[in-house]
């Protein structure tokens, strides 16, 4: 059975592994401080200032911090929990996966998560607006941060202007924008997106570029980029058990990633692969829960036909639309074969009725 359930099941890009292999007897300094891990932010930051002319009044992107940590779920909790005070909450769409998928995690640092309706998984400028207008005064949690993801759990993705729009609330209303960037990959790659990676670190204010689900073993990188929140962060990813001292294993993995444009490259594979899923299920006259722009989709289908495609491959159910029909999820990865997908393809149209 080949599995479209998620896009971290393969082990690490081959490029990824043989470096790994090529270092493994050195011997590096710990927690980060090795020549890899200065390496892989060197090439980071050169993506980040890649082909961009910038007005003289913007973010200097050379200048950011980057520290790599283990995990999505252990990023997203060191951002919320150092940067915002005790009595501030972090505002995020109800399908956001600090809401979701996180078993409590922000809670449980004593921050509550603010949630807003979804459209199409994004956060909007009017549903940030109206969490801060109803949150008033000192006997509730005040709203300190914005959380978004890109792509977004249900697989869309942001564009420049509506990244620009939320930017501009929280300016408005003083609050901290992080964009949770595990499918990051994806998301660049898309062919909907229209944002570089260097607009996300001029419109947000701390993002992290996501490893875990993109040709590395596992790992995260976090940028950091306003200034003022870059102070003592060592000293905080250090007391949540977040500082590895074999620091280099994730410096190495992100040297391999970002020395060319392998990244990338593996976003696009991603890409590539459910494009010919989703043109497959378009030609059968398939709908789509949400826009199918990323590797994730969310085709809706007769429970019927679920229960003999569950037989030949591995899949989620994401929401029942009907008694008769659900929205699944099928998630392609950097490692997805054209094989494994032509496969699905043709089960599609072997089986599922126009």
């Known amino acids: 059975m080949y ?3 998620n896009d971290y099941s393969e082990g690490a890009h081959p490029k990824v592994l043989e470096l790994l292999i090529e270092s493994n007897l050195e011997q590096n300094a710990g ?33 950011v911090d980057i520290h790599f940590i283990p995990g999505g779920t252990q ?20 399908t956001g996966h600090i809401n979701v998928h996180e078993t409590g995690a922000i809670e449980a640092t004593g921050h509550k ?3 807003v309706p979804n459209e199409m998984g994004k956060v909007t400028p009017q549903a940030i607006k109206a969490a801060v207008d109803y949150h008033t005064d000192e006997h509730m949690v005040r709203p300190g941060m914005v959380y978004i993801s890109d792509s977004t759990e249900l697989g869309t993705v942001y564009t420049k202007e509506e990244l620009y729009k939320i930017r501009q609330i929280c300016n408005r209303e003083g609050l901290l924008l992080f964009l949770d960037g595990a499918r990051l990959a994806s998301a ?36 950091i980029v306003k200034e003022e929140l870059k102070r003592d962060f060592r000293f905080l990813i250090k007391q949540r058990g977040a500082l590895m001292a074999k620091g280099f294993v994730a410096g190495i993995q992100f040297q391999a990633l970002f020395q060319d444009n392998l990244y990338f490259e593996l976003g696009y594979h991603a890409n590539a692969m459910a494009e010919k899923i989703r043109e497959t299920l378009l030609s059968l006259g ?18 019927s036909f679920l229960e003999k495609l569950e037989e030949e491959f591995v899949f989620s159910v994401q929401k029942r639309i009907d008694k008769d029909h659900s929205a699944i999820r099928l998630v392609t990865s950097w490692a997805t074969t054209p094989n494994g997908t032509d496969s699905l393809c043709r089960y599609f149209l072997d089986n599922l009725k126009r």
């Not at 401080?33 to 003289?56: C, F, M, V």
């Not at 997203?76 to 109800?94: G, K, T, W, Y």
């Open 31 to 63: 927690y980060g401080e090795d020549t890899h891990t200065i390496k892989a932010k060197e090439y980071i930051k050169k993506h980040l200032t890649k082909g961009q002319d910038r007005p003289a009044s913007s973010q200097n992107l050379s200048e």
């Open 188 to 223: 660049l790659t898309s062919q909907a997106n229209d944002l570089e990676l260097s607009d996300i670190a001029e419109l947000t204010d701390v993002f992290y570029i996501g490893g875990t689900k993109n040709g590395a073993l596992l790992g995260e990188a976090l940028v």
């Open 75 to 94: 990023t997203n909790l060191l951002v919320i929990s150092s940067f915002l005070r005790p009595f501030e909450a972090v505002i995020a769409a109800d």
């Open 286 to 303: 398939v709908e789509f829960l949400t826009p199918p722009v990323s590797n994730q989709l969310f085709p809706i289908l007769p429970d």
């Open 113 to 115: 998560v603010i949630t």
């Open 3 to 5: 599995s479209f359930m």
